[in-house]
């Protein structure tokens, strides 16, 4: 299995578009199994829920360098890489991607202004926003006070990684 770590990545794309004073967009791709338990590849589904987790985490930062930061979520992808296994979603009947599905996601996601945060599902070339849910039912999830002592929106302790916050320069 390949090792790769996003983080400095995401960091040095917020660090340029700082630099050249740009706005841009970020879009990671991840993979419906960031998003669900289903997958028997252990590493393969954290790996890909820690994504999900980056998303969350810089979808706070990223709008104060002025940039967009998204995900996609492809289920099956007809590529080589899915091996075996992309037969075994044919014949059960799953929906199968194409990688230009997924590129035009990844292009629709990077060129939309008002995205920010959002985590996409790609789904037979449909795309499906997932994180407003996640955000809709947090208080059902971790609980109303826990939600209410948690919620970023107005948590003193955010507010100076805010845009215009004096630690924002620090990310």
Not at 54 to 59: Q, Y
């Amino acid at each position: 299995m390949a090792r790769a770590n996003p983080l400095p990545a995401i960091q040095l794309s917020l660090l340029s578009f700082r630099r050249a004073k740009k706005s841009g967009s970020i879009v990671i791709t991840g993979s419906f199994s960031g998003y669900t338990d289903t997958t028997p590849v252990c590493a393969y589904g954290g790996g890909k829920h820690a994504l999900v987790g980056l998303l969350r985490s810089f979808a706070t930062v990223a709008p104060t360098y002025g940039v967009s930061i998204t995900l996609v979520a492809p289920t099956m992808i007809d590529t080589p890489f899915a091996g075996p296994a992309l037969k075994m979603f044919q014949d059960m009947g799953l929906p199968i991607n194409t990688a230009r599905r997924v590129a035009e996601a990844i292009a629709f996601l990077g060129l939309s202004d008002d995205m920010n945060g959002s985590g996409a599902i790609l789904v037979d070339g449909r795309l499906f926003e997932a994180e407003e849910g996640y955000h809709a039912f947090r208080k059902y999830w971790l609980g109303e006070e826990v939600t209410n002592l948690l919620d970023i929106s107005s948590n003193p302790v955010v507010q100076p990684f805010r845009k215009g916050g004096e630690l924002a320069k620090l990310h």
